[in-house]
């Protein structure tokens, strides 16, 4: 029976009530969580609140060292933390290899930022006069995650959160309660102190409102579908609270007539069946020069129909389950509108076989003869599902690419560079590939969309310390006498 960690104790949810995850590739139970509520949240943030003088007063060079420790341990433990993000997630052991590292690149970054949060010092208008910038930490910052990334998505919160100077109050997806768990228990290996780090688990409605509304949370960043988002920005903007959010996508991979086809072909693969199509990232779409469809299509659902699905703990496998009975079944009634709407090339069933069948596993799918206004080539379906839509040439291609609400990631196969670089210049997105997938994003890079797929911030890289900071501008006067901007000559 797992905890929720508060004020340096791990503790039950004062209701005394649980939930059981469970692992999507056997339907076994994984173990109970506790079912938080509000209650629970407010000493989570009541503990935070406490702990954060202290914490943003350390110099940041210390706190950068804890979060080095913080990837050391991380490195030290990667297999097992794969392992574990595996059995809750389902995701491939390749991949979950993958998302843990990610997370110790995250701390390693951090360790490298702290000794140069820079702020800017400028000139003056005025005669005997600095100006310059401090970035400050803003105080309790709430993280709410989703479940496909259960090491990468959490760290890339709580990591520059806390080298900012913030303290925190996570909430993890409760499709994957148990990473988040592991990652806690690591930093506080790593000297986190008392009451800094809380973790609150249970039912987003319940305990991921009860953050966006705390008047004590100062920033509120959030990871999940538009739907919630929204609720959040609609919550947490009510109180004029900071709020970070990376929303859904409808990413789409381009193959121009000039493109190499069998790169190309790897690339589509990688993007649309990857973590099972699970990913905000991944290639739904797949817009393809009708001079090479027929050809592409084809070598395409020769590939698709040779994926090897099954257990992600079993090495070779390349395709997991998908999260959960409910998300399979939506998956599935995506896939009855897709009949109706255009050609069901492959797939478009539950996969079974005599290992898989207590799993929730879906066959790598393929639809063609699609157009951009179908409910396949617009709504995000999260599931290994692909679009395939014919065009001729650049200019209606990049229509097609820019013809949805989102704006997440993107990718043009093509060895024009001409071409290439038009489709930089007039793609949607804040994320754009050449001759790459729509998936495999770098942490030390901005990371985020334009459009419905956010409001604005960028996780990753140097720019997410601008979500955890406010600017501080400071003017220092050495005239001796009052100079007025703007007044004096
Ligand atoms: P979700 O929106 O259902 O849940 C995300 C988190 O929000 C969970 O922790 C959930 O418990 C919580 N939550 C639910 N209702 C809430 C509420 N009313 N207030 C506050 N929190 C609440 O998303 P999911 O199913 O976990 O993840 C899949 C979605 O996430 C997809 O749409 C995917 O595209 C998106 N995603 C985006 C990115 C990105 O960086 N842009 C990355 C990964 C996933």
């Known amino acids: 029976m797992y905890k929720n960690y508060i004020n340096g104790k791990w503790v039950d949810a004062k209701s005394g009530e649980n939930f059981i995850k469970i692992n999507p590739a056997t339907g076994e139970e994984i173990g109970s969580f506790p079912y938080s509520g509000k209650e629970d949240v407010d000493d989570a943030v009541k503990s935070a609140k406490e702990a954060f003088p202290k914490w943003s007063k350390l110099p940041l060079p210390d706190r950068?060292?804890?979060?080095?420790?913080?990837?050391?341990?991380?490195?030290?433990?990667?297999?097992?933390?794969?392992?574990?993000?595996?059995?809750?997630?389902?995701?491939?052991?390749?991949?979950?290899?993958?998302?843990?590292?990610?997370?110790?690149?995250?701390?390693?970054?951090?360790?490298?930022?702290?000794?140069?949060?820079?702020?800017?010092?400028?000139?003056?208008?005025?005669?005997?006069?600095?100006?310059?910038?401090?970035?400050?930490?803003?105080?309790?910052?709430?993280?709410?995650?989703?479940?496909?990334?259960?090491?990468?998505?959490?760290?890339?919160?709580?990591?520059?959160?806390?080298?900012?100077?913030?303290?925190?109050?996570?909430?993890?997806?409760?499709?994957?309660?148990?990473?988040?768990?592991?990652?806690?228990?690591?930093?506080?290996?790593?000297?986190?102190?008392?009451?800094?780090?809380?973790?609150?688990?249970?039912?987003?409605?319940?305990?991921?409102?009860?953050?966006?509304?705390?008047?004590?949370?100062?920033?509120?960043?959030?990871?999940?579908?538009?739907?919630?988002?929204?609720?959040?920005?609609?919550?947490?903007?009510?109180?004029?609270?900071?709020?970070?959010?990376?929303?859904?996508?409808?990413?789409?991979?381009?193959?121009?007539?000039?493109?190499?086809?069998?790169?190309?072909?790897?690339?589509?693969?990688?993007?649309?069946?990857?973590?099972?199509?699970?990913?905000?990232?991944?290639?739904?779409?797949?817009?393809?020069?009708?001079?090479?469809?027929?050809?592409?299509?084809a070598m395409l659902i020769d590939r698709a129909?040779?994926?090897?699905?099954?257990?992600?703990?079993?090495?070779?496998?390349?395709?997991?389950?998908?999260?959960?009975?409910?998300?399979?079944?939506?998956?599935?009634?995506?896939?009855?509108?897709?009949?109706?709407?255009?050609?069901?090339?492959?797939?478009?069933?539950?996969?079974?076989d005599n290992k898989c069948d207590s799993g929730f596993f879906y066959e790598p799918t393929i639809f063609s003869g699609v157009n951009k206004n179908m409910r396949i080539a617009q709504e995000e379906i999260f599931g290994p599902v692909l679009a395939v839509i014919k065009v001729c040439g650049l200019n209606e291609a990049i229509d097609v690419i820019n013809s949805t609400k989102y704006g997440l990631s993107s990718s043009i196969y093509t060895q024009d560079v001409n071409a290439a670089m038009q489709a930089v210049e007039r793609i949607e997105a804040g994320i754009t590939y050449v001759n790459g997938p729509t998936i495999g994003a770098e942490c030390h890079l901005p990371f985020g969309g334009v459009k419905n797929t956010g409001n604005g911030h960028r996780e990753g890289g140097w720019t997410v310390y601008e979500i955890f900071t406010e600017f501080q501008t400071v003017y220092i006067d050495y005239s001796g006498k009052l100079q007025r901007a703007q007044l004096d000559d």
């Open 305 to 352: 129909k040779k994926l090897k699905i099954g257990n992600g703990l079993d090495e070779g496998m390349e395709m997991g389950p998908v999260i959960s009975k409910s998300q399979r079944e939506k998956i599935d009634k995506y896939v009855q509108i897709g009949k109706e709407e255009a050609k069901l090339e492959c797939g478009g069933n539950f996969y079974t």
């Open 64 to 297: 950068g060292a804890i979060m080095r420790k913080f990837g050391d341990l991380m490195m030290e433990h990667k297999e097992e933390l794969a392992r574990i993000e595996t059995q809750e997630m389902g995701k491939v052991l390749k991949e979950t290899r993958g998302d843990v590292q990610e997370a110790i690149d995250t701390a390693y970054y951090a360790f490298g930022e702290a000794t140069r949060f820079f702020g800017h010092t400028v000139p003056s208008e005025l005669p005997n006069k600095i100006c310059l910038t401090f970035k400050r930490p803003i105080g309790v910052a709430g993280l709410i995650a989703p479940w496909n990334f259960p090491a990468a998505i959490p760290c890339w919160k709580m990591i520059p959160a806390l080298l900012s100077g913030n303290t925190l109050v996570l909430k993890p997806s409760r499709e994957a309660p148990w990473t988040s768990t592991r990652l806690i228990e690591l930093l506080i290996e790593s000297g986190v102190p008392k009451g800094v780090v809380n973790l609150v688990q249970g039912p987003g409605g319940i305990v991921g409102e009860a953050i966006s509304k705390h008047p004590d949370i100062g920033v509120v960043s959030f990871t999940g579908s538009v739907e919630t988002g929204s609720r959040i920005a609609e919550v947490a903007g009510k109180l004029l609270k900071r709020v970070s959010l990376e929303l859904g996508g409808k990413n789409g991979q381009i193959v121009m007539r000039d493109a190499n086809l069998e790169l190309a072909i790897d690339g589509v693969l990688w993007g649309a069946f990857g973590t099972t199509g699970q990913r905000c990232t991944a290639t739904s779409r797949l817009i393809l020069d009708e001079e090479i469809h027929d050809k592409f299509l």
